[in-house]
């Protein structure tokens, strides 16, 4: 079953932290709105909800990246990279590191 939120457990008896799966979907929004080369997917006029989703199974954090590349840009270095950067702040920011940064091009900006 899906969860909503992840939770981290800290090193001491402090407590646990916990993050919701909208913290993962602002981060990777900022990491692709810093790229020129890369536009986040718009969503469909029938579903009103945004293309990017974050799922959480069993603590394990899985994220699906719908984008539109520039059509000058090479496309697997730019997926590449865009994926790499999406790992190292989730990483960096919440010491999370995600199971797995899904990126699917599903067009081209003209």
Same mark, same amino acid.
Request: glycine share 4%; aromatic share 6%; proline share 2%.
């Given at each position: ?43 469909? /006029?029938? /579903? ?63």
């Amino acid at each position: 079953m899906a969860q909503e939120y992840i939770t981290l457990e800290n090193n001491g008896n402090l407590g646990t932290v916990r993050l919701n799966k909208s913290v993962f979907t602002s981060i990777a929004l900022n990491v692709i709105e810093e790229d020129e080369n890369v536009k986040l997917a718009e969503s469909s /006029r029938l /579903r009103n909800t945004n293309t990017l989703s974050s799922n959480i199974n069993e603590n394990q954090l899985s994220m699906n990246v719908p984008i539109q590349i520039n059509y000058k840009a090479n496309v697997s270095d730019v997926c590449a990279n865009l994926q790499h950067k999406i790992f190292e702040s989730i990483s960096y920011m919440t010491g999370l590191k995600p199971a797995s940064i899904e990126i699917q091009v599903v067009g081209f900006i003209f």
